[in-house]
T-cell receptor
């Protein structure tokens, strides 16, 4: 089945850019997603990219997709303390599969 | 009002007890899911249902059962709770679009379960 991997932790300073990486195995995923989980809350869809695209920009968020390497990344520009959360990448193929989540800590 | 609600939000129970976690949605979605979240393991799928008459086991269904009482309701039961079922449980719905191949999942706020 699908396997989705992410590093578990990332720390950045406020104002810097954050880059969260994800690798996946199922190349049949039509869309790839980034979800954000704030403390004590459920997951919320942050952004997504269609598998035929290699980049999508949405305000401070940039998603890069390298289909050949099955690598997905989320860049957050000008990271703020409110961006501190766990970020999950997910792919939808036969089943919807989430990665383990990357905990982003933003230091003042 | 929240689109996906879960009750209870927190529960403490003892080993061997039967408990039920409930999920309701107002989004009108056919697809519903139950996940558990454990630190460092992300989300793991327990059961999912693509409509009222369709129930499927996920990655870690042992020790759990589900009931899809209506399109809007999907409950998860632990028949005989054990301590390693201590986790955060999430219900989700999705707006799967087969033609577009796109699916967005909408999550409830979670139920924190502690099994002593």
């Amino acid at each position: 089945g699908e396997d989705v991997e992410q590093s578990l932790f990332l720390s950045v300073r406020e104002g810097d850019s954050s880059v969260i990486n994800c690798t996946y195995t199922d190349s049949s995923s039509t869309y790839l997603y980034w979800y954000k989980q704030e403390p004590g809350a459920g997951l919320q869809l942050l952004t997504y990219i269609f598998s035929n695209m290699d980049m999508k920009q949405d305000q401070r968020l940039t998603v890069l997709l390298n289909k050949k390497d099955k690598h997905l990344s989320l860049r957050i520009a000008d990271t703020q303390t409110g961006d501190s959360a766990i970020y999950f990448c997910a792919g939808g193929g036969q089943n919807f599969v989430f990665g383990p989540g990357t905990r982003l800590s933003v230091l003042p | 009002d929240a689109d996906v609600t879960q009750t209870p939000r927190n529960r403490i129970t003892k080993t061997g007890k039967r408990i039920m976690l409930e999920c309701s949605q107002t989004k009108g979605h056919d697809r519903m899911y139950w996940y558990r979240q454990d630190p460092g393991l992300g989300l793991r799928l327990i059961y999912y249902s693509f409509d009222v008459k369709d129930i499927n086991k996920g990655e870690i269904s042992d020790g759990y059962s589900v009931s899809r009482q209506a399109q809007a309701k999907f409950s998860l039961s632990l028949e005989s709770a054990i301590p390693n079922q201590t986790a955060l449980y999430f219900c989700a719905t999705s707006d799967f679009n087969g033609l577009a191949g796109k699916e967005t999942q909408y999550f409830g706020p979670g139920t924190r379960l502690l099994v002593l």
